[in-house]
């Protein structure tokens, strides 16, 4: 028997780019730790989010889905993190059971500590929901000893939203602030590697900027840049200031 | 200028014993590391909180409030805490801007940590869902530099909410379970001291063995006994795991 | 010792007309079945609820809380209920803790088998909340050993929230119609005592029939006119269909 | 044409044990009123509620499976309801359309005056959520009058939701406490017909003592054991207290 | 390149009546501008709303749909609205990934300035809420670069949710009254060609009153006949009055 | 009889700044409309929004409230609005009956078309929510036929609440974007007159960005600069679109 040394974390996307704008900055951190950063993107996001590519003429969807693999894959680098696809479909992701036993093995291979993924509601984007349910409804699969009972269970590893395009609308209230600031200069690059979409650097950016004032405020630590989340489960310590 | 090395933590309490049976357990934890925990009580739950002194015959507010003082002491002694009484009154509590303002002079002095009082809403006792607005409007306050401007600010300490007795009509909802298993065998010598309430021993023993059975499952920890907490505000750390 | 045989309901109500309105089928319901029914009124509505009388020439306060009062007292009548009033006040409502403490008498005198009060928002009329406040306050304070421990304490009587003008805005959602079919009759009389509030009758009128299209369909009963409530406490019994 | 005296109610759950931890006590009282009480298992909870079994080398599916039934019939026999099985698959359960008609003939045929089972949210367990919209989808399609046209349609029997494992993160908040106190012994007998989840005991009788306590608060009520729900729709009565 | 003068509005509707109760008042008013409002029926509602067809004996599936589509085709040239069915069944209503493509094609086609729908949740009906959820997909899809490329992608037309049959059980709360009584006479007309739903007439004539005075009672302005709409995105304007 | 051709906007603000950061554009726009704006602040803010002030030696209350009040009239100058101070102290605002009564007069001299004010709720500052109730009962209160019954009621102004500083944390969600595109430099020439929160003219800057990016993905409108906004009332109109 081997110790464990290695500590894992885990992503889901619904698309190829939604872990760079909205999770890049824990990413960078816990790969800085020296920790193993996993995402998984369930699907390219190849039809509804990269319009600049289909303003291309003569543009295919191959054509889209390989541009949108290579730049998450160089992002991804940037910031330190392994990623894989799952290449489902979007607008709409439509993911079956055996696609949702692929996210289980996951689950069951890295054991992560924690799991970042989407909002529970988005009425602007029905897949990042749909993404949301399947982290949890795989974390659930592989908690059940009856899932491939040769292979051990799953713990119970927290799970944390990450910001939506337009929070209050999608009902999601932050009780996280991570504080990114040593991180952000990797962030800001792997923005710079989605070139397709040039106009959310900006967006992004002010983001981070807001969630570190909040963040600041809530805690009177210095925090320059910030990402805000919403656990999904309670916090389990014997320290409240954890 | 000398190094503050005592880290405080303060607890508001509607009711003398309040303290005992929903924050014993973090009360205990604290001063067991070390910490100056202080409860500050709001009243001593004389006229709504102690049925079974006023079925005495002869017995007067007096004695009521007396006895109750007396067993308070007892039980933050039992825990390691220190205890002081405002005697607003109580069914109903009613504080005023000058007792505001004795609050405000507690978080200004002992500048807390963290911070634990009731929840927010609660149908069957409206002296709860009260201390908990005047703890964080005292709050509010002491972070003001306009008051008294010669004092030093306050900063931002964390307020978690602690469990009322029927958690679901109070709209209270934890999201941080503390474990108490260190320290349980103390938070149950702090309930034997509140005689008066004998009936509420065994109701709190089996509060802190269901959130102890809740907290492993969400934690994989090995939790016998918990305390639940809601809070208030969102955590700020660079440790999802914190 | 006497057998107490007479049961008795309570209704508060923030102005002299809510309790025909809003109410009126289960008052005339109860004093049918026997019932000693009572109506506490907070105020006269005399400001805020006597448009037509205001638009009289030289009407003045105590001519509008006159005639408030002898309508109401005659709604009363044809519901077969007794009413008493407080003249606290309305636009706004403003219940100092004596006048607290008098509907705290009221609750330990009457010892009322349920009690009907207004929702706990309406951002139309702020003196409802607040007698629905009052009405939960005074019920805690009522079963306080502590206060006027000469007295039996009151038990648990269970609160429900009568209708408000616009259900959906004071986020009242009912859990309970009462069947009013019966008593119809004698709440359209009611109605036509309110003189000054003429165009109500038909909005309430059109409100009983959709709240029986609504009881009927949740049932399988045949209701014609209904009334609705929402429940503050939860229900407790050995029957899921009482 | 003969007389229906046989009066029924259905008790729809995911696994196959959720429904004596959950609903044992109505079941258990409802059967001794002389009521035909039938439990529709959708799943044998053999993946993900049979750790135990699957810790013994060798065991297999089918094997769990049939552990799992014969359990759940003897603790059916105990509280004196039938029993019946669909076999969909748990973690994740999978309702297709064909056994959605199914459970719409269970209810066309028992014509239920009560429908139980479970919250509608879970974020440990979709399963439950899902047995919860597939309880209420049959109801409403054996309702319609071009589903089977030839027979009967549906009332529109009241449905209550049972208490799930860790209620305030389930957004679940009951509304009706059921008083178990004279079937609690049989309660705890069919609780120990589930050898497999022997950790379970001791929690539910916990939670059974605890809404005893709740009940009687809420009602003056001598209640010792109790069983909470929450009501899908609005109750119909022409009495408050029923 | 022609200019495009004409302004299309589009209403979806699970069944093929719900339109006329719940929307009637803004189609004829908007067909009254001189818009086309299109109405989308995603099934007859032949199952499960047409109680008093299947009681005439003999009665055919294929029948029933026939009726209701005739019938709902008369309540449409009533009110000055075209409208198509897409005959997917009810009751459960089920929508497959093509039939949602179409629904896109309807969208990308008629580009609707905006889009009325069911209510968000309905626990008395299951089609409603899915229809709804469906006009959100679509809508959603076809604002998607990459669906159709060749396609010019849809805007973002604002979408309404309509009054459901029972509003505070649906979660539904009203934030815009739309003034129907210029029309009122077209949509009572509208009802009286659904002789299948007699019992219907009033008790929408009557929702049609309340609303009308609640939208009075908000803004000042003389409404006699109003219906109510919930808004799922936020209004942009630069007036606060529009 | 004059006719009033004038139209007026009121703005109430808890504190001296307030209305710049949070509806400067709105202000702004109007007055550029030609409408008279005007700015009710109940506090100058003095204690615990002028830290910058605090921090010069030997100040005193009454330099705080000159210096603040003097930059919020320099700041409504810019903006084009009238403003007015009540000094009713901050940390903690208190309002008295009389002040209120102030309130109402100035709704009923103004008559404004609709009225800007704070967010009900703010766990990070109690004056804030204290505005907003106090703006809505003064409103209720104007609306009164016997509160002077010599003057005309009000009508029913639509009231919208400004973005919070923290706005998930306070349970706000935007349903109004207004495009301030037009008078940003003016808003933005506001922001540089409170030279003692130079901290938050970045801030504020970013809010209006984002806004105004939001603002154009639910319109499809070219919008640079927004504020967000809650309505309190249902908007009425017979135009969706408005």
Not at 73 to 100: I, K
Request: proline fraction near 5%.
């Amino acid at each position: 028997m081997t110790i464990m040394t290695q500590k894992n974390a885990l992503v889901i996307s619904a698309h190829s780019a939604d872990f760079v704008w909205r999770a890049g900055g824990a990413i960078a951190l816990y790969a800085q730790k020296g920790w193993k950063v996993h995402v998984l993107c369930l699907s390219f996001g190849e039809r509804g989010e990269s319009a600049k590519m289909w303003r291309q003429p003569g543009m295919t969807l191959e054509q889209v889905k390989s541009g949108r693999r290579e730049e998450a894959q160089r992002a991804a680098d940037v910031l330190g993190a392994s990623v894989s696809f799952m290449d489902c479909g979007d607008y709409p992701l439509r993911v079956n059971d055996q696609a949702l036993f692929e996210i289980v093995d996951v689950y069951r291979t890295l054991r992560p500590e924690f799991v970042l993924t989407h909002s529970a509601q988005d009425p602007y984007n029905f897949d990042h929901p749909l993404a949301s349910h399947l982290a949890l409804e795989a974390r659930i699969i592989a908690q059940a000893h009856g899932h491939h009972p040769e292979q051990d269970v799953l713990g119970a590893p927290p799970v944390y939203l990450f910001e939506p395009h337009q929070p209050e609308q999608c009902e999601w209230k932050p009780d996280f602030f991570l504080d990114i600031t040593p991180v952000w200069e990797k962030k800001l690059s792997a923005f710079q590697v989605m070139a397709a979409q040039e106009h959310l650097w900006d967006y992004y950016t002010r983001v981070a900027l807001q969630r570190g004032v909040q963040a600041a405020r809530n805690s009177g630590r210095k925090v320059k840049h910030g990402e805000a989340y919403q656990s999904v489960y309670p916090r389990v310590s014997d320290d409240f200031l954890g």
